[in-house]
């Protein structure tokens, strides 16, 4: 069956702009997390959805960051006001029951660069 | 912090020889993930090894756990050229229901 999709796959945006990401997780599959990944380094969480419910959003950096998800399947990451600090890769990955141990399936990610 | 630290950071071999890398934390864990990514891509799951174990193998995949530690290894044996990526640990700590944190990996060059 088909994997984790993001799109796009690459976005290129002007500082001070609006990007949303977009994350559709292999069908029913409970839990979907956000992390992004800076250039050779490791994976920083944002958020976890169980469900259509945040349990931990823990790591969204700054008020700017904000995601949802809807009908327990896609979820859009949302950057407001890009900074250039927030150029990086964005990947999400799904999970069967999202436990933690259940293991996670990961898209390709979406790369933004902010100019 | 409940992230691992990966250790070394890069690791370069000739193929045939065995990889070995390792993964240290400080809280207490429910289960301990390795994952593997190619250049450019999203991150592949390999192992899963929980708390209450000790040791699993998958293939030419051999994971460890010592929980009184707090640490894991990898190991990788008869390396090939196509094991080249970066390989990466990840915690679900004991206090969280389904979070995981990542290292911030290993990679690793397998030289033909």
């Known amino acids: 069956g088909a994997g984790v999709s993001q799109s796009p796959s690459n976005k290129v945006t002007e500082k001070g702009k609006d990007v949303e990401l977009r994350c559709d997780p292999i069908s029913g599959h409970t839990a979907l997390y956000w992390y992004r990944q800076s250039l050779g380094q490791g994976l920083e969480f944002l958020i976890y959805?169980?469900?259509?419910?945040?349990?931990?959003k823990s790591g969204l950096p700054s008020d700017r960051f904000s995601a949802e998800r809807t009908g327990g399947s896609v979820s859009t990451l949302t950057i407001q006001r890009t900074q250039q600090e927030d150029s990086a890769v964005y990947l999400c990955a799904s999970s069967y029951m999202g436990q933690g141990d259940s293991p996670l399936h990961f898209g390709n990610g979406t790369r933004l660069t902010v100019t | 912090s409940q992230q691992g630290e990966e250790d070394p950071q890069a690791l370069s071999i000739q193929e045939g020889e065995n990889a070995t890398m390792n993964c240290s934390y400080k809280t207490s864990i429910n289960n301990l993930q390795w994952y593997r990514q190619n250049s450019g891509r999203g991150l592949v799951h390999l192992i899963l090894i929980r708390s209450n174990e000790r040791e699993k193998h998958s293939g030419r995949l051999r994971v460890t756990l010592d929980t009184s530690k707090k640490s894991s290894s990898l190991l990788i044996t008869a390396s090939r050229a196509a094991d080249t990526a970066s390989y990466f640990c990840?915690?679900?700590?004991?206090?969280?229901?389904?979070?995981?944190?990542f290292g911030q990996g290993t990679t690793l060059q397998v030289k033909p």
């Open positions: 990840a915690l679900q700590g004991s206090s969280n229901t389904g979070k995981l944190i």
């Open positions: 959805f169980q469900g259509n419910s945040a349990p931990d």
